[in-house]
């Protein structure tokens, strides 16, 4: 009887030192790695209106998310469907993950660390594509003229064929 209870009283203590020992010990939290080219996607942080060559207005805001380790573009072209592009780092590069109107998902990866006025992207791989030959955005670069303009030159591919964007983009007071 004796050795029961004391069964019972060390189970006792043992559940109730599991809660003390989980709060004792400080939680990682883990943060974004600085990158100059990441800093760049950053600073976007806003609203932008941009004119293609073809003179069609698109529209895109920037939002800093997910305590600072993801970029959210939200995108849409007058007379076309919204898209969004998700940056983050990897590593001392960034990668997008582009949710396109052609509903396929192509990741892109920054070609050098980028810490210039550029950032070119290019393809690394994508989902909801059943063969490389399928259209998809293949590269976008970024050029930063200053704090308030910047150029888009998104490159889509379809079976071998580049075909060029070009998005001269002011930022919305």
């Known amino acids: 009887m004796r050795t029961r209870s004391m069964l019972c009283l060390l189970a006792a203590a043992a559940l109730l030192a599991v809660p003390a020992l ?51 573009e939200k995108f849409q ?28 998902q192509p990741r892109l990866r920054t070609t050098q660390a980028g810490s210039g006025n550029q950032l070119e992207f290019d393809f690394v791989d994508a989902t909801n594509m059943k063969s490389p030959a399928d259209a998809h955005m293949d590269k976008v670069r970024f050029t930063f003229a200053d704090t308030d303009h910047f150029v888009q030159e998104w490159t889509m591919k379809h079976d071998g064929k580049e075909m060029p964007l070009v998005i001269h983009f002011e930022r919305t007071k």
């Open 22 to 72: 989980a709060g004792s010990a400080p939680a990682a939290s883990p943060t974004a790695a600085a990158s100059p080219a990441f800093d760049h996607l950053k600073a976007l942080s806003g609203t932008w209106t941009g004119k293609a060559g073809d003179g069609k207005t698109t529209r895109a805001t920037y939002e800093v998310s997910s305590g600072g380790s993801a970029v959210v």
């Open 77 to 104: 072209t007058d007379g076309e469907p919204p898209m969004v592009t998700v940056y983050y780092p990897d590593g001392s590069q960034v990668m997008l993950t582009h949710y396109c109107t052609l509903a396929n």
